[in-house]
């Protein structure tokens, strides 16, 4: 398929050439790609207020070979409560920072893309932005299969009791 449209988390963008920019997009059926917007930094461009980082947008996009461009742009949900708030937007920008550095580009999931929205939504809403970023830390490391078990010791596999306490030894 040269022409197909899907749903995106814009990560990332930055300028490429005099009018055009480039874009981090992470996709439910295509993972983390870069795509091009040619235009976009025209004045009447038609990508104006879409391709923002932490909008959440549907895009058509042209593949020609490993390479995409993005010929529509229509913002979903551009996050106005976190861009109104410095906390709210250092930290939904942390998280995205995140999710560039921990996934791959052929990494596809809904179950990912899923859990991105669902804590830019949460942090749209909560006072609790680094309780919702830790959280999503830890789900995000479950769902990438690195999450450590912490029902098991890690020397001796015995399962940990109740009554069991962890102390660091001084060496």
């Given at each position: 398929?040269?022409?197909?449209?899907?749903?995106?988390?814009?990560?990332?963008?930055?300028?490429?050439g005099e009018h055009d920019v480039s874009v981090t997009l992470?996709?439910?059926?295509?993972?983390?790609?870069?795509?091009?917007?040619?235009?976009?930094?025209?004045?009447?461009?038609?990508?104006?207020?879409?391709?923002?980082?932490?909008?959440?947008?549907?895009?058509?996009?042209?593949?020609?070979?490993?390479?995409?461009?993005?010929?529509?742009?229509?913002?979903?949900?551009?996050?106005?409560?976190?861009?109104?708030?410095?906390?709210?937007?250092?930290?939904?920008?942390?998280?995205?920072?995140?999710?560039?550095?921990?996934?791959?580009?052929?990494?596809?999931?809904?179950?990912?893309?899923?859990?991105?929205?669902?804590?830019?939504?949460?942090?749209?809403?909560?006072?609790?932005?680094?309780?919702?970023?830790?959280?999503?830390?830890?789900?995000?490391?479950?769902?990438?299969?690195?999450l450590p078990d912490f029902a098991h010791c890690t020397v001796?596999?015995?399962?940990?009791?109740?009554?069991?306490?962890?102390?660091?030894?001084?060496?």
């Open positions: 398929m040269r022409n197909l449209t899907v749903d995106a988390v814009i990560l990332k963008k930055h300028p490429r992470y996709t439910p059926t295509l993972g983390r790609i870069q795509a091009t917007a040619k235009g976009a930094r025209k004045i009447h461009s038609n990508f104006t207020g879409h391709l923002d980082t932490l909008n959440i947008c549907r895009i058509q996009l042209y593949c020609n070979g490993p390479h995409f461009t993005i010929t529509q742009c229509q913002a979903v949900n551009t996050h106005k409560e976190i861009r109104d708030d410095l906390e709210r937007s250092v930290m939904a920008l942390l998280l995205l920072e995140i999710v560039q550095k921990t996934t791959y580009s052929t990494e596809t999931g809904t179950r990912l893309f899923e859990l991105i929205r669902t804590t830019l939504e949460q942090l749209s809403k909560t006072t609790k932005t680094t309780l919702t970023v830790e959280s999503f830390k830890i789900k995000l490391l479950a769902e990438l299969g690195v001796c596999q015995r399962k940990w009791l109740e009554t069991d306490h962890i102390t660091l030894e001084e060496g």
